[in-house]
């Protein structure tokens, strides 16, 4: 009996062999071409290294020299200062007004006048007061008198002791009297209280005056104060400073110094400032009250102190970079910075004494550049030259 095979056909032994080659062909192909590409982009960036390297190369060889002026680092005095608007006023400033009702005789002197110390300003009619005055006083020694024979009286015992008491009393009442009526006498004579200048006469003779009306407006300026507003953040500061330089630009930018009189231990409730008066001779009479005064205030001062112009400084990626030379090249320094004044700053950290700063060019290095000094500065000041 013959049986019949109805499956698939044998197969060669290498079919699967080759079946798993062609699935695994594109993906060889790919990797070939990977690999390719990564060949070439290792050769075109090494090329483009090369022809960069060249390129600075011949740019280095081409570029000139750059010229900078440097400077050389001394110790000097540095400051942290400040300058605040101030106003002068007078030392003091008095409105004399009357003290007893009265017509005005005379007056003794005119605005603007320097006067002494208890000389006449003005005069009132004094007659009234003056009869008042003989009165009391009269009264007053007839009161003496019979005091006298009261008490030659009670010590015979011819009167009692209550009488001799009235007498005494009458006396004492007669003396306050006599004073009261004096004092109103020396009233109707105005005199200054001390040596001052007479800024304003507020009467006219032939007025008549009652008690309170001003009179005379006198000021004392030999010395003046002068009040500048300090904030809040300078008055620990202003504490420890006692003198101070006053400037008054009226007087052509002319300097005085000043010394502290008073600083206000609370501060203005609007300005939120607080109030500073400085005691400044005025012996020569050269300034007046009410000019414009800017006040400077050394908050800190460093002796020996090494300080840059600030437009030396480059900041880069949140560092201070200042060039240096040594050696003919440019050289790149990281400082930290102090105390500002003006257009210079101090430098802490970072550069020494006698070195030479590059401070006109030093945006145009590079570290470790040739650089050519065409001239160096002893002091910042001389820059500029």
Same mark, same amino acid.
């Given at each position: &009996?013959?049986?019949?095979? @109805?499956?698939?056909? *044998?197969?060669?032994?290498?079919?699967?062999?080759?079946?798993?080659?062609?699935?695994?062909?594109?993906?060889?192909?790919?990797?070939?071409?990977?690999?390719?590409?990564?060949?070439?982009?290792?050769?075109?960036?090494?090329?483009?290294?090369?022809?960069? @390297?060249?390129?600075?190369? @011949?740019?280095? #060889?081409?570029?000139?020299?750059?010229?900078?002026?440097?400077?050389?680092?001394?110790?000097?005095?540095?400051? *942290?200062?400040? @300058?605040?608007?101030?106003?002068?006023?007078?030392?003091?400033?008095?409105?004399?007004?009357?003290?007893?009702?009265?017509?005005?005789?005379?007056?003794?002197?005119?605005?603007?006048?320097?006067?002494?110390?208890?000389?006449?300003?003005? /005069?009132?009619?004094?007659?009234?007061?003056?009869?008042?005055?003989?009165?009391?006083?009269?009264? !007053?020694?007839?009161?003496?008198?019979?005091?006298?024979?009261?008490?030659?009286?009670?010590?015979?015992? $011819?009167?009692?002791?209550?009488?001799?008491?009235?007498?005494?009393?009458?006396?004492?009442?007669?003396?306050?009297? &006599?004073?009261?009526?004096?004092?109103?006498?020396?009233?109707?004579?105005?005199?200054?209280?001390?040596?001052?200048?007479?800024?304003?006469?507020?009467?006219?003779?032939?007025?008549?005056?009652?008690?309170?009306?001003?009179? $005379?407006?006198?000021?004392?300026?030999?010395?003046?104060?002068?009040?500048?507003?300090?904030?809040?953040?300078?008055?620990?500061?202003?504490?420890? %400073?006692?003198?101070?330089? $006053?400037?008054? *630009?009226?007087?052509?930018?002319?300097?005085?110094?000043?010394?502290?009189?008073?600083?206000?231990?609370?501060?203005?409730?609007?300005? #939120?400032?607080?109030?500073?008066?400085?005691?400044? *001779?005025?012996? #020569?009479?050269?300034?007046?009250?009410?000019?414009?005064?800017? $006040?400077?205030?050394?908050?800190?001062?460093?002796?020996?102190?090494?300080?840059?112009?600030? !437009?030396?400084?480059?900041?880069?990626?949140?560092?201070?970079?200042? !060039?240096?030379?040594?050696?003919?090249?440019?050289?790149?320094?990281?400082?930290?910075?102090?105390?500002?004044?003006?257009?210079?700053?101090?430098?802490?950290?970072?550069?020494?004494?006698?070195?030479?700063?590059? %401070?006109?060019?030093?945006?145009?290095?590079?570290?470790?550049?040739?650089?050519?000094?065409? #001239? /160096?500065?002893?002091?910042?000041?001389?820059?500029?030259?």
């Amino acid at each position: &009996m013959i049986t019949h095979n @109805n499956g698939n056909p *044998d197969r060669s032994p290498d079919e699967p062999r080759r079946t798993r080659f062609h699935r695994l062909l594109p993906a060889l192909v790919i990797l070939s071409l990977l690999v390719l590409v990564g060949i070439l982009f290792i050769r075109i960036h090494s090329k483009a290294e090369i022809i960069k @390297n060249r390129n600075l190369a @011949n740019m280095n #060889r081409e570029k000139p020299v750059p010229n900078v002026v440097t400077l050389t680092l001394t110790p000097s005095v540095i400051r *942290d200062r400040i @300058n605040l608007p101030g106003v002068t006023a007078p030392w003091v400033e008095l409105q004399l007004v009357a003290e007893v009702a009265g017509k005005v005789t005379r007056k003794a002197v005119g605005e603007g006048a320097s006067v002494k110390k208890d000389e006449t300003l003005v /005069t009132l009619d004094s007659r009234d007061y003056r009869n008042a005055f003989d009165s009391a006083r009269a009264s !007053y020694r007839v009161a003496v008198s019979d005091l006298d024979r009261l008490e030659a009286l009670h010590q015979r015992q $011819v009167i009692p002791q209550s009488q001799l008491d009235n007498a005494v009393a009458r006396v004492e009442n007669t003396r306050s009297a &006599m004073n009261n009526a004096r004092l109103a006498l020396d009233r109707c004579t105005v005199k200054a209280p001390f040596s001052g200048v007479v800024n304003r006469i507020l009467i006219e003779e032939g007025q008549y005056l009652a008690v309170g009306d001003p009179l $005379v407006e006198l000021l004392q300026i030999e010395r003046l104060k002068v009040r500048v507003g300090i904030p809040e953040s300078d008055v620990d500061a202003v504490r420890r %400073v006692e003198t101070f330089k $006053v400037t008054i *630009d009226a007087l052509n930018n002319q300097s005085f110094v000043a010394r502290k009189h008073f600083l206000s231990k609370t501060a203005d409730s609007m300005a #939120r400032l607080y109030n500073l008066e400085l005691e400044l *001779d005025n012996s #020569r009479g050269e300034i007046l009250p009410d000019m414009f005064t800017r $006040v400077e205030i050394i908050k800190q001062e460093v002796p020996e102190g090494l300080s840059i112009p600030l !437009y030396a400084v480059i900041n880069r990626d949140a560092e201070h970079i200042v !060039y240096v030379v040594e050696n003919g090249q440019a050289h790149a320094r990281p400082v930290q910075l102090g105390l500002l004044e003006g257009w210079r700053v101090q430098i802490t950290e970072g550069l020494h004494s006698r070195q030479q700063v590059i %401070v006109v060019g030093h945006r145009s290095v590079n570290d470790g550049e040739t650089v050519n000094v065409v #001239r /160096t500065a002893a002091r910042p000041e001389d820059i500029v030259k």
